[in-house]
C-alpha cells in the first residue's frame, strides 16, 4: 500500500481538475507544483486591487454548457466580452476580422462589398488548396487584412515564417460579415468574478498541495509515494528528451504599475507591425471593469523557448509532431501514469478544452 493513490503532477487546470474529481471519489491526492503557486497559467497576482494574469491574458469561452456549469460550480464568471483592437503603425483596427474592420480598411459599408473585396484578392493570390498559415489567411480574408493585421504578428509570435507554420492557427480566429467585434463564437464567455485562483482554489480545496516542488528532482521518491502517477508536465522532460526536445514557443512579460486610472481603454491592444517587438499591451483591470485609481499593463514580448524558460505554446508543425508521436507511442507504454494538460498531450489547447480532457480522462478512468 502507497501512501496516496494519486500523485499529480502541476497543479494548473488540468491537475487541479482530475485532483478534484479524484479526492470527490474518496482518493488520496498529492498535488505538487515546481512554481511557487498553484494555478498554472491561470494564476492571478492581486496588485493594488487589481487581478495581473501573469501568465497573459486569459479569457474562458465555451459552447459547451456542461464545462460552462462545471466552472462556474467553483466561482461565478462575469459577463466580459474579448474585443482586442489592432494597432498597425498607429491605426487602429477592430479585431475579430469583421464590418468594422473591412469599414475601417476599405471603406466598404455593407457584407456585399466586404466580400467582394475578399473575393478579388483571393482571386488574384491564386489559393486553391492552403497549406500553411499564409496560405490559409489570405484565403479567409485576402492580402490586405493578411499584410496589416496578421503577418508580422504572427511572424513575431511564433519566430518563425507564416509558410512554415500550420494552417489551424489562423483559424482560431472568427472571420464575420457582420458588425460584431467578439473575439470568440462561442456561446459562453467571462472571467471568474474575483480572479482565476478563487477556480483554483475551488478545485482544490480540501487536497494537499505543495509547491516550490519539482518531480524530477526526486523522481524515484515521488513515483513509489503514489499508486498512479497523473502528469500534466513537458512530456519530452518525462521521457528525458530522448527523442530530442520538442519546441515551445515563451513569452516574457514585461509589468508597469501607473498611476492613472486608464491607460488603453481595452484589456488588450495587438501590435501588428514588424517592427514594434512586442505583441500585445494587456491592461488587466478591463478584464474585470476596475475601477481602481490606477492600472496595471503588461508589454508581452515572445521569445524562443530555452531550458529553464516557460514553455507556453507547443509548436504544432510536422516536425514536432513526429517527434511528440514518438513520445505519445512510450506514454502509452507506460504503467499507471496518466498524461494531461497542454505540456503533456502537446497541443494548443484552450481553458475549456483542457476542462473538457481532463473531465472525459476522470469518466475514463473512474469507471
Ligand atoms: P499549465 O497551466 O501549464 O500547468 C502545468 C503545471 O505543471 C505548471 O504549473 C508547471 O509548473 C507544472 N509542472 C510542470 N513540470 C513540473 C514538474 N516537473 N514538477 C512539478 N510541477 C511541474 N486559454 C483560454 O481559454 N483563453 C485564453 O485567453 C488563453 N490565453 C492564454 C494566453 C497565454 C499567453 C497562454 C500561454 C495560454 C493561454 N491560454 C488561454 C491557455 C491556457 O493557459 C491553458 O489551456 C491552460 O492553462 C493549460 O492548463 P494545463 O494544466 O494543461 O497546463
Ligand atoms: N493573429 C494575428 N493577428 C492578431 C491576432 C492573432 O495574426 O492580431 C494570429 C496569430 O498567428 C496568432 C493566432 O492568430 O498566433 C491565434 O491568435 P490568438 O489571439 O488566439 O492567440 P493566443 O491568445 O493563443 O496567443
Not at 91 to 111: G, I, R, S
Not at 146 to 166: F, H, M, N, S, V
Not at 335 to 352: C, K, P, Q, S, T
Request: charged share 25%; aromatic share 14%.
Amino acid at each position: 500500500m502507497k501512501e496516496y493513490d494519486y500523485l499529480i503532477v502541476g497543479a494548473g487546470l488540468w491537475g487541479s481538475i482530475f485532483a478534484h474529481e479524484a479526492n470527490k471519489r474518496g482518493k488520496k491526492c498529492l498535488v505538487i507544483d515546481r512554481r511557487t503557486h498553484t494555478g498554472g497559467n491561470i494564476y492571478c497576482e492581486n496588485v493594488e486591487g487589481i487581478n495581473v494574469h501573469k501568465y497573459g491574458a486569459h479569457i474562458f469561452h465555451t459552447n459547451d454548457k456542461e464545462i460552462w456549469d462545471y466552472v462556474n460550480s467553483f466561482v461565478e464568471f462575469n459577463r466580459y466580452t474579448n474585443s482586442p483592437v489592432a494597432n498597425f503603425n498607429g491605426e487602429l483596427y477592430n479585431l475579430p476580422f469583421n464590418m468594422n474592420t473591412f469599414y475601417q480598411l476599405w471603406k466598404v459599408k455593407t457584407p456585399e462589398e466586404a466580400k467582394e473585396k475578399i473575393r478579388q484578392q483571393v482571386e488574384e493570390a491564386g489559393i486553391t488548396d492552403p497549406e500553411n498559415l499564409e496560405e490559409q489567411a489570405i484565403s479567409l480574408v485576402g492580402t490586405d487584412i493578411y499584410q496589416k493585421l496578421i503577418k508580422a504578428y504572427t511572424e513575431k509570435q511564433w519566430g518563425r515564417k507564416a509558410t512554415e507554420l500550420p494552417a489551424f492557427i489562423i483559424k482560431r480566429l472568427p472571420v464575420r460579415f457582420t458588425f460584431d467585434n467578439n473575439y470568440f463564437n462561442d456561446r459562453y464567455q467571462g472571467i471568474p468574478i474575483g480572479g482565476y485562483n478563487k477556480l483554483t482554489e475551488g478545485l482544490l480545496k480540501d487536497i494537499e498541495v505543495r509547491t516550490g516542488v519539482d518531480f524530477f528532482e526526486n523522481r524515484e521518491e515521488f513515483t513509489n509515494m503514489a499508486e498512479t502517477i497523473v502528469y500534466t508536465g513537458p512530456i519530452d522532460e518525462y521521457f528525458s528528451f530522448q527523442f530530442g526536445q520538442l519546441e515551445y514557443r515563451s513569452l516574457r512579460f514585461d509589468n508597469q504599475l501607473l498611476d492613472q486610472e486608464n491607460y488603453q481603454g481595452n484589456a488588450v491592444v495587438n501590435y501588428t507591425d514588424g517592427e514594434t517587438p512586442f505583441t500585445r499591451i494587456i491592461e488587466h483591470k478591463h478584464f474585470e471593469f476596475g475601477t481602481q485609481p490606477k492600472t496595471v499593463i503588461t508589454h508581452e514580448y515572445p521569445q524562443e523557448w530555452v531550458k529553464g524558460a516557460e514553455p507556453y505554446y507547443p509548436v504544432n508543425d510536422d516536425k514536432n509532431t513526429a517527434v511528440f508521436n514518438q513520445y505519445k507511442d512510450l506514454a502509452a507504454q507506460e504503467e499507471n501514469v496518466i498524461f494531461g494538460g497542454r505540456l503533456a498531450e502537446y497541443r494548443y489547447y484552450d481553458m475549456h478544452q483542457v476542462v473538457g480532457s481532463a473531465l472525459k480522462k476522470v469518466k475514463t478512468h473512474f469507471i
